[in-house]
């Protein structure tokens, strides 16, 4: 046996190993991590800079283009962990979609559309995107920023043009998020890109051979927005215009997305009214919203050990949490498992035989190869 499969495929096996800390060790750091993150802190000490503000400077000096969230996008304000002011687009939305979830756990973006659709929100659902950029940074590690960047910038400004194939001007369509890793990225990407003068540098001289710039300048949007904040704010919507299963008599606890709250931090949800506001609202607030009861546990900020790197180097790390058992759970809602297990079963025979549903008008999603060039 060599010596890199006994450490494991990319690090995994004997490279990782018991830390064998003592009691009072791990009441040490147990103590850290509760004083430093187990509550919502509002004390900022020497003041962080909200990379905002020097956006807009930036493109008061025409550095930039800020893609605005404006009234047509009907936005609702949150406030995110320090109590900065966040506006979330419900309307008018570019679908930035998720290669894991399409491809994983398609029902997330398929409900998301049910959702729109039935509360009668303007989307566009495009298929002119490039590979996102969480693979990238975190599966693989070849990526640089220069690269990170540059697909940062051509995905948003596609959102910014795609307007224009449908009769609209630049700007209708608001990018909305759903990979939670990219989501994250893309704001570590928009601090350094707001921050270095020589990465926009190099980047517009990318996104110009690309035909990605407007008026020779880069596009970065108001708001990076993930899906799970338009649910936030669209919670009591659903709860009151489309919730039929009662979910008071169960228990939810929610273990929020690592790449959510924890990447560009000062960027998450939070919401007095969930939790105390000491923990991210998303995810959370739609359960409390739809009558749950909402729990909370100590272990929260524990890795859920997914990993980019173990999903790729060792295929069935992650299956058994793909496939935990749900019979309980749905039974407790007053749902019949078999019963919709059957139903599920005729409808795909259905979908086999050509009878497709579809949630929007495919028409939508057609890129019609418009000219994309500069000052488009």
Known sequence: MSENTQQGVAGHGAFFQDTNLSAQEAETATAWVRSHVDRR?????ERMDDIRDHMWQLEKEGEIIVHRINPEHRPEMVQTLYGWDKKI?????????????CGNIPGYPTS????????GVDYLDETDQTSCTAWNYHGSGIGNVESLAAVFLRNFHQAYVSGKQHGFENGHFFPLVHCGTSFGNYKEIRKYLIESAELREKVKKILGKLGRLVDGKIVIPEEVVHYSEWLHVMRNRIASELQVVDMSNIRV??????????MVHEDAVYDNTVLGGNRTAVGTSVAQALGAQVIDYSTWYDCCGFGFRHIISEREFTRSFHASPCED???K???????AKADFQNYLKQVEQGNIEYLYNPELAI?????????A
């Open 89 to 101: 687009p419900t309307n008018n939305l570019w679908h930035h979609k998720s290669c894991g979830q």
């Open 367 to 375: 890129n019609q190869n418009i000219n994309m060039k500069t000052g």
């Open 253 to 262: 606890t929610v273990h929020a997305a690592c790449h959510y709250y924890k």
């Open 333 to 339: 809602m007053g749902i019949s498992w078999d019963k």
């Open 112 to 119: 998301l559309m049910w959702f729109m659709n039935k509360l």
């Open 41 to 45: 802190s509002v004390d900022l000490g």
């Open 329 to 331: 759970l749905v039974e």
